[in-house]
């Protein structure tokens, strides 16, 4: 399948100037645009380039969200719409995996 590239900058190009960032908290499961990546990078699906991503930790208001296919972090504009919360329990057990992963 070949990545429509042109498609995805175009859609940048509008998040980066248009969409201003939106206010979340860590737990929140939120869809974001993550673009058309390179090789086995998750890419985002769909018109939006969408994928779910949930919120690991809050650093601050510019570069502020891990993504836990990929452990990145991107910026709050990317963050198109709040899907729900991750129940504390199950939040305290993928933390507690990541850590282990990064050990």
């Known amino acids: 399948m070949k990545k429509d590239f042109q498609k995805w900058h175009s859609q940048k190009r509008h998040i980066?100037?248009?969409?201003?960032?939106?206010?979340f908290k860590?737990?929140?499961?939120?869809?974001?645009?993550?673009?058309?990546?390179?090789?086995?990078e998750q890419d985002g699906r769909g018109d939006e380039f969408l994928r779910p991503i949930v919120v690991?930790?809050?650093?601050?208001?510019?570069?502020?969200?891990?993504?836990?296919s990929q452990i990145r972090l991107v910026d709050a504009k990317r963050l198109k719409?709040?899907?729900?919360?991750?129940?504390?329990?199950?939040?305290?057990?993928?933390?507690?995996?990541?850590?282990?992963?990064?050990?």
């Open 81 to 103: 719409y709040k899907m729900g919360d991750m129940k504390v329990e199950y939040f305290k057990v993928l933390k507690n995996k990541i850590r282990q992963f990064l050990a």
């Open 16 to 23: 980066e100037n248009e969409r201003p960032r939106v206010f």
């Open 26 to 40: 860590e737990r929140e499961i939120w869809f974001c645009h993550l673009g058309e990546n390179v090789g086995f």
């Open 56 to 68: 690991l930790k809050k650093f601050n208001n510019e570069k502020s969200v891990a993504i836990l």
